[in-house]
């Protein structure tokens, strides 16, 4: 296990080469867009457009400005942006928190509610409970993210003449209750397709784990309805639910700009789109690296995660 | 009539005849009512799609046909926007950017990637190995990092949309497929067309891929739910086309708008985009408990 963890780890920064690699060329592409036009107008002269891109370094051939951007990776300085001249560090670091509590809240609220949902419709199979949840499900799945967001802040302000605060981020540090007040229910609606997914995928896990001998064995022994469902029949099950749970941190990169975007707050997202839109090279490929990593590390995480629920699981 | 007497010369006397293709066809309708309802809200939207032009009311480009922000009315039953323009013509016109991008992204993703699919877990080996893996690297890529990527690449339009909801299709199902030829692989039919003489290739195109081909459907229509969610949350971003389009229509101005009660303004091409998905969703569902109940989720 220890040995294979390893080994997987040590792959990392090989892969994390080839991510930079494509990332760096892919910007540079001669039809992709190009910096420089972001900070030139009618009036700049070829000269001056010249000293611009020196100025960003990309003047020099390729080769030497990825050579010059891996060694300052390499030395720990991520560059500074193009748009401001602040060091991506900082920009980043200034932002992280309010991306990082989007996605615990999100995971946490469609991880809890889908596999609690799924564990009921699963044991109430064919029940009037299992058909209101299925159709609660279907429905969840088919309304786009943004819609429901758009609802929590439109539904309020026609019945209530009130409008859910928008915009502005108070940390959870300093005042949790207005943090809480401010993230809950957002984060709750975003969780809402994750849920659904989650719950549909738990219910026929846990109903194929039913059919088993040693469920049968397990109720057969005495113990207690609760005990069989949740220890033996939930603990079958986690391997396919712990792999969602990873799948949905991926999709909620998506989820977390639509959320800034809407409640106007300023987070990694909404940093990250608009510098793909005015080419910001640094921040791309630092962005880029870095979700990679974050990808690969829980991916990771998840691969290791099955040996500990299921003993029979050996990596070697 | 002529099968009908056809079989009463049998004389076999209570051998049940099988019922006709259409016949079968409705009793497959009936018990899935859910997914009948889906393929008629899909016929609807592809047929707005198709003749949106001469359907709608109004020209959804054209600016002021009536009072800015009035809501829903008999002549205009979603009301009207702030530039004037008829809610409803917009939706009926974004049916077809809609529809284009994800069916386009669904087919050219979901026919590369199972063909993939299939032929990885055919083969096996080496060509196995390297899809696998390389569908490993693309999910560990969130869809958005993947988008801008393309977008830089490719400059914004619909290439790179199309593009990038294609590579989501090409690795989503390939896993499934390849799991499904490992099955098909090892029937008793394979073996027989190999002793027969049949050279692989041969094999592998005129039995292995026929067998597998309704899951091909099945995940086709599973997937095209999700790629016009996707679609509609890039144009919200104000990443997708120029044309009108039901995410774009709810974000900008519109959306600050909605917030001070023209709710009408947003609600109901959010309402489209969830009828749509709900149609594609609840039709892939039953498509698949039709064709391949193993695959029931």
């Given at each position: 296990m220890r040995q294979y963890a390893l080994r997987r780890l040590a792959y990392l920064p090989l892969i994390m080469l080839v991510v930079s690699l494509v990332t760096f060329f892919t910007l540079r592409l001669p039809w992709a867009t190009d910096p420089v036009l972001q900070y030139v107008n009618q009036t700049t002269t070829v000269e001056q457009e010249e000293v611009i891109?020196?100025?960003?370094?990309?003047?020099?051939?390729?080769?030497?400005?990825?050579?010059?951007?891996?060694?300052?990776?390499?030395?720990?300085?991520?560059?500074?942006?193009?748009?401001?001249?602040?060091?991506?560090?900082?920009?980043?670091?200034?932002?992280?928190?309010?991306?990082?509590?989007?996605?615990?809240?999100?995971?946490?609220?469609?991880?809890?509610?889908?596999?609690?949902?799924?564990?009921?419709?699963?044991?109430?199979?064919?029940?009037?409970?299992?058909?209101?949840?299925?159709?609660f499900a279907v429905f969840g799945q088919s309304i786009p993210d943004f819609f429901l967001l758009?609802?929590?802040?439109?539904?309020?302000?026609?019945?209530?003449?009130y409008s859910p605060p928008v915009g502005g981020h108070v940390s959870f540090f300093e005042d949790p209750w207005e943090n809480l007040r401010l993230y809950v229910p957002p984060t709750l609606l975003l969780g809402v397709g994750g849920a659904a997914t989650m719950m549909r995928l738990t219910r026929s896990t846990l109903l194929e784990?039913?059919?088993?001998?040693?469920?049968?064995?397990?109720?057969?022994?005495?113990?207690?309805?609760?005990?069989?469902?949740?220890?033996?029949?939930?603990?079958?099950?986690?391997i396919p639910i712990v792999t969602l749970i990873g799948g949905h941190v991926t999709a909620l990169f998506f989820g977390s700009l639509i959320l800034e975007q809407i409640f106007s707050i300023n987070g990694l997202g909404q940093f990250f789109?608009?510098?793909?839109?005015?080419?910001?090279?640094?921040?791309?490929?630092?962005?880029?690296l870095y979700t990679a990593l974050l990808v690969m590390l829980m991916n990771l995480a998840v691969d290791l995660?099955?040996?500990?629920?299921?003993?029979?699981?050996?990596?070697? | 009539m002529a099968t009908q007497?056809?079989?009463?010369?049998?004389?076999?006397?209570?051998?049940?005849?099988?019922?006709?293709?259409?016949?079968?066809?409705?009793?497959?309708?009936?018990?899935?009512?859910?997914?009948?309802?889906?393929?008629?809200?899909?016929?609807?939207?592809?047929?707005?799609?198709?003749?949106?032009?001469?359907?709608?009311?109004?020209?959804?480009?054209?600016?002021?046909?009536?009072?800015?922000?009035?809501?829903?009315s008999w002549s205009h039953p979603f009301g009207l926007n702030q530039n004037g323009q008829d809610i409803f013509s917009r939706i009926i016109a974004?049916?077809?950017?809609?529809?284009?991008?994800?069916?386009?992204?669904?087919?050219?993703?979901?026919?590369?990637?199972?063909?993939?699919?299939?032929?990885?877990?055919?083969?096996?080996?080496?060509?196995?190995?390297?899809?696998?893996?390389?569908?490993?690297?693309?999910?560990?890529?969130?869809?958005?990092?993947?988008?801008f990527m393309l977008r830089a690449a490719l400059g914004p339009g619909m290439k790179a949309i199309i593009a990038a909801i294609a590579i989501g299709a090409l690795f989503g199902g390939n896993r499934v497929l390849?799991?499904?030829?490992?099955?098909?692989?090892?029937?008793?039919?394979?073996?027989?067309?190999?002793?027969?003489?049949?050279?692989?290739?041969?094999?592998?195109?005129?039995?292995?891929?026929?067998?597998?081909?309704?899951?091909?459907i099945v995940l086709m229509s599973g997937a095209l739910g999700a790629a016009i969610l996707a679609e509609s949350a890039l144009a919200f971003l104000g990443l997708g086309v120029e044309e009108a389009s039901w995410g774009r229509d709810m974000s900008g101005t519109n959306l600050s708008i909605a917030r001070t009660g023209y709710w009408h303004v947003v609600v109901f091409p959010g309402l489209a985009i969830s009828l749509v998905v709900l149609g594609a969703n609840l039709l892939g569902d039953s498509l698949r408990d039709i064709w391949d109940p193993r695959l029931r989720r």
């Open positions: 891109r020196r100025e960003l370094g990309l003047d020099k051939p390729m080769l030497q400005q990825f050579a010059i951007w891996m060694g300052e990776v390499a030395r720990g300085d991520l560059g500074e942006t193009f748009r401001s001249n602040q060091p991506v560090w900082d920009e980043i670091q200034r932002r992280l928190p309010v991306n990082i509590e989007i996605l615990v809240l999100s995971v946490a609220f469609s991880t809890v509610f889908g596999v609690a949902f799924g564990v009921i419709t699963a044991v109430k199979q064919n029940s009037m409970i299992d058909y209101g949840f299925r159709v758009i609802l929590l802040i439109v539904l309020p302000s026609i019945w209530w003449n784990v039913f059919r088993q001998d040693y469920m049968r064995t397990a109720r057969a022994k005495g113990l207690a309805g609760r005990n069989v469902v949740l220890d033996h029949g939930l603990r079958n099950s986690l789109l608009v510098s793909s839109i005015t080419a910001d090279f640094p921040v791309i490929q630092f962005l880029v995660s099955y040996a500990l629920i299921d003993p029979r699981v050996k990596y070697t | 007497t056809a079989t009463q010369t049998y004389g076999w006397g209570a051998v049940p005849r099988r019922p006709g293709r259409g016949r079968r066809l409705l009793r497959t309708a009936s018990q899935h009512p859910a997914g009948v309802f889906g393929l008629g809200v899909l016929v609807v939207f592809v047929f707005a799609g198709v003749f949106g032009p001469s359907l709608a009311p109004h020209n959804p480009e054209e600016l002021s046909v009536g009072s800015p922000l009035a809501g829903p974004g049916a077809r950017i809609s529809l284009t991008i994800s069916a386009a992204a669904i087919f050219i993703g979901a026919s590369l990637g199972s063909f993939l699919g299939i032929l990885a877990g055919y083969f096996g080996r080496w060509i196995d190995y390297i899809v696998q893996r390389s569908g490993e690297a693309f999910a560990a890529f969130p869809s958005l990092v993947l988008y390849r799991g499904a030829t490992i099955i098909e692989r090892n029937q008793v039919y394979v073996e027989a067309a190999r002793a027969m003489g049949c050279s692989e290739w041969r094999i592998f195109m005129r039995h292995v891929i026929p067998n597998v081909l309704p899951l091909v």
